[in-house]
């Protein structure tokens, strides 16, 4: 079993920074893909970020591409999040996610773990 931390989440004005970090327990971390996912009020679940087990294959919701970085740690069993020049519409609760897929794939049902998620506001 693994289980999921987010944090990092807050309030931040547009073109901020945020860096959001999930840590993992569990002894299977470094086998599994992670990604991160949000959900903003109203709206559904939607794919942000993923990383492969290796971190060498990253791939990113076009609204976030050159803006946001995924990157991990296996050393430290962490995932994070960098978000860059923030939009009012990134707003949302962001979660973090692990799949036992080596590359984890864009919708949720693809994986395995989920944190508790972690609130991320974008002032105008």
């Known amino acids: 079993q693994v289980q999921l931390v987010e944090s990092g989440g807050g309030l931040v004005q547009a073109g901020g920074s945020l860096r959001l970090s999930c840590e993992a327990s569990g002894q299977t971390y470094s086998s599994l893909a992670m990604a991160w996912f949000r959900q903003a009020p109203g709206k559904e679940r939607e794919f942000v970020a993923r990383?492969?087990?290796?971190?060498?294959?990253?791939y990113y919701a076009d609204s976030v591409k050159g803006r946001f970085t995924i990157a991990r740690d296996n050393a430290k069993k962490t995932a994070y999040l960098q978000m860059n020049s923030l939009k009012p519409e990134d707003t949302a609760v962001y979660y973090c996610?692990?799949?036992?897929?080596?590359?984890?794939?864009?919708?949720?049902?693809?994986?395995?773990?989920w944190g508790q998620g972690t609130q991320v506001t974008v002032s105008s």
């Open positions: 996610a692990a799949s036992r897929r080596s590359s984890g794939g864009y919708y949720d049902t693809e994986y395995d773990y």
């Open positions: 990383i492969s087990w290796t971190g060498f294959t990253t």
